[in-house]
């Protein structure tokens, strides 16, 4: 089975100008997360998409974040304009409701660079 | 506010020495509780869990992790570290909305020769 798939894994971009991170959860997984990292930090929830609807987006900075989930399978996270805070890890992960198991599967983030 | 503490930031210890890992929580009722580890470079992947039952719960890698309702603790243990198992440690609740995971900071493991 293959695991959450994300790009670019590594980005840097100067503040102010745009940038977007792309994911593709485990086949069937109906749950998408998108979890920001900043150094020496724990993963902070940013939105979480059930199929193709939004559970919770109340962390994303919406001013500046956007995120989508196309057809309930892959999701994109945008940011614009980008900040020197928002130099993190963003990380995606799916989980399956099914089994009730609430465990998640996290692909190997994208490391980002603002300057 | 639901919170999940992770109180050593980092840990060295010797390879074949056991090793005990923090973590406590704040919540109203007991969470869902979680261990993840993540290595340089890799993403983070889930060691064990507890969700009900017995306290003392088994994972991957040799991990264990107890579970104390009376401290608010769910600690990560292993008897005998690999110089492998240095790598950074999570512990996380589920959220009762939606059911995210709400992480603590983490603990970064050194092991030593």
């Known amino acids: 089975e293959a695991g959450v798939a994300q790009s670019p894994r590594y980005k840097i971009i100067e503040k102010r100008q745009s940038v977007a991170f792309w994911c593709n959860p485990i086949s069937g997984h109906a749950t998408l997360y998108w979890y920001q990292q900043i150094l020496g930090q724990g993963p902070k929830l940013l939105i979480q998409f059930q199929n193709n609807g939004v559970v919770d987006d109340s962390q994303l900075p919406k001013d500046r974040f956007s995120a989508e989930r196309l057809k309930g399978v892959d999701s994109t996270l945008k940011i614009q304009p980008a900040k020197l805070e928002d130099s993190a890890v963003y990380l995606c992960a799916s989980s399956s409701d099914r089994g009730r198991t609430y465990e998640q599967y996290f692909g190997p983030g994208t490391r980002l660079t603002v300057t | 506010a639901q919170s999940v503490t992770q109180p050593d930031i980092h840990i060295t210890v010797s390879e074949g020495a056991s090793l005990e890992l923090r973590c406590n929580y704040s919540?109203?009722?007991?969470?869902?509780l979680f261990w993840y580890v993540q290595s340089p470079g890799q993403g983070l992947q889930l060691l064990l869990k507890y969700f009900s039952g017995d306290t003392l719960v088994q994972g991957i890698k040799g991990f264990e992790a107890e579970f104390k309702r009376s401290q608010s603790s769910f600690n990560l243990r292993k008897p005998s570290v690999h110089w492998s198992d240095a790598a950074e440690y999570f512990c996380?609740?589920?959220?009762?909305?939606?059911?995210?995971?709400?992480f603590g900071k983490g603990t970064s493991l050194l092991v030593t020769p």
């Open positions: 919540y109203g009722a007991t969470p869902y």
């Open positions: 996380a609740a589920l959220t009762n909305s939606g059911y995210a995971l709400n």
